[in-house]
């Protein structure tokens, strides 16, 4: 199993301004990935971030717009940039351990 | 291209009665798994089963059961005798895995449905 931990739980953000969000595994994972939830909707995955390589994003997600770092085996982070009222969602990172496929908690970002 | 179908947006019933969630999907690869999620009204989401493709046999876990049927490409979940603690929205999800590698890819979810226990 493994135990993810995201920072922040929640913020409120400014129109224009970035937020990063952290995600912390408990044990080494090859493959995380991030996903988006807008209120009321399903998740929909954002990119894969492997260790060593450059994120992969899904279509409809840019880099420009979604940064995201992979140091180490145990870490990410998403960037969400120049935010607008329309990136308020519950952003979660997931890792994928055997497949097995384990959450964080969320980070849930208003942006006004 | 995966997809993921859960066609009751909403279902509402009375405590102590049977529920079935319904999973439809739709992929060409023959090896996948198939997952249920709970999304309390807290936010975090609970694993609840996974499945994968080479396996057909029903599992039940207390008043949980699974129906996976590959012919109807169907993954359905039935909580028996219901309780107020069930009410949640219910995300069926397909993992996708990638032969290069053997890495997987991300979770392709369904809309979700939202089950109300009235008591």
């Known amino acids: 199993s493994a135990v993810i931990s995201q920072k922040p739980s929640r913020d409120i953000c400014q129109r224009g301004t970035s937020l990063t969000i952290q995600c912390q595994v408990d044990?080494?994972?090859?493959?995380m990935f991030w996903y988006r939830q807008q209120p009321g909707q399903s998740l929909t995955l954002i990119a894969t971030?492997?260790?060593?390589?450059?994120?992969?994003?899904e279509s409809g997600f840019v880099i420009d717009k979604f940064p995201i770092s992979r140091p180490n085996l145990t870490f990410s982070t998403l960037t969400v940039s120049n935010m607008s009222p329309e990136d308020s969602s519950i952003y979660l990172c997931?890792?994928?351990?055997?497949?097995?496929?384990?959450f964080g908690p969320g980070t849930r970002l208003t942006v006004t | 291209a995966q997809k993921v179908t859960q066609a009751q947006t909403e279902i509402s019933v009375v405590e102590k009665e049977d529920v079935t969630l319904d999973c439809v999907y739709e992929?060409?690869?023959?090896?996948?798994?198939l997952f249920w999620y709970k999304q309390p009204p807290s936010g975090e989401l609970v694993f609840l089963i996974r499945?994968?493709?080479?396996?057909?046999q029903n599992e039940i876990s207390g008043r949980y059961s699974w129906n996976f049927q590959k012919s109807t490409s169907s993954f359905n979940f039935t909580i028996t005798a219901s309780q107020v603690v069930d009410s949640a929205v219910y995300f069926c999800?397909?993992?996708?895995?990638?032969?290069?590698?053997?890495?997987?890819?991300?979770?392709?979810f369904g809309k979700g449905t939202h089950l109300i226990i009235q008591p």
């Open positions: 999800a397909l993992l996708f895995i990638m032969y290069s590698g053997g890495g997987a890819d991300g979770l392709t």
């Open positions: 044990s080494q994972v090859t493959m």
């Open positions: 997931s890792v994928d351990a055997g497949y097995e496929q384990y």
């Open positions: 499945r994968n493709s080479f396996d057909e």
């Open positions: 992929t060409r690869d023959t090896t996948y798994y």
């Open positions: 971030a492997n260790q060593g390589s450059e994120a992969t994003y």
